[in-house]
């Protein structure tokens, strides 16, 4: 099963590494979605991965994250959406996303800023916003063996015990875990 199904990621989801993972990895062939962002975003995401996160990220890495990013996912970067901004009516500081996700023909905004997105701004524009772990959730009712599988790659690929990971995710994304663990026989 592959998904062309466009979703913009919002920044705050993008900063959240673990979450971050996930996404993008769920995006990867065969992808259960379409991954969206403007440079914007991509920009908003540098400035916190560098100065806003507990443990920020050098330069350098912050730099290395948005090419590999940008290498991995090129059509993910919608153009083009500067013009509708001036007409959003959600939070100003992210009319951005939106427009992005106007001109990009997605019907779905992920954000952990839910209150940032109200659905009075979205519905002229047939969009809905949805938090991180209500969209894996979805993800995952459609087809579980690939979350599994992919959550299994993130842990291999650092060295980390699968439930440990988990746990350690579900402190973002706790009901989407708790599913997992859950059908797992260990919830």
Request: glycine residues 4%; charged residues 25%.
């Amino acid at each position: 099963m592959q998904s062309d199904f466009p979703v913009v990621l919002d920044a705050c989801v993008l900063v959240n590494a673990r979450v971050c993972d996930l996404f993008l990895r769920l995006a990867e062939t065969p992808r259960l979605y379409n991954p969206i962002w403007s440079e914007k975003i991509l920009e908003e995401v540098h400035r916190a991965q560098t100065t806003k996160l507990k443990h920020p990220y050098s330069q350098e890495l912050a730099d290395y994250w948005h090419e590999e990013v940008t290498k991995a996912f090129p059509e993910a970067c919608v153009k083009g959406w500067e013009s509708l901004v001036p007409v959003m009516e959600n939070e100003e500081d992210d009319r951005h996303a939106l427009a992005a996700a106007v001109k990009a023909r997605a019907s779905l905004i992920v954000t952990f800023n839910l209150k940032h997105f109200p659905s009075q701004a979205l519905s002229p524009w047939d969009l809905s916003a949805v938090h991180p772990q209500d969209y894996l959730l979805t993800m995952y009712s459609m087809n579980p063996g690939a979350v599994i599988g992919k959550l299994h790659e993130m842990s291999r690929n650092r060295n980390a015990d699968y439930e440990e990971d988990l746990i350690q995710l579900g402190k973002s994304v706790p009901r989407f875990v708790g599913q997992i663990f859950t059908d797992l026989g260990k919830g």
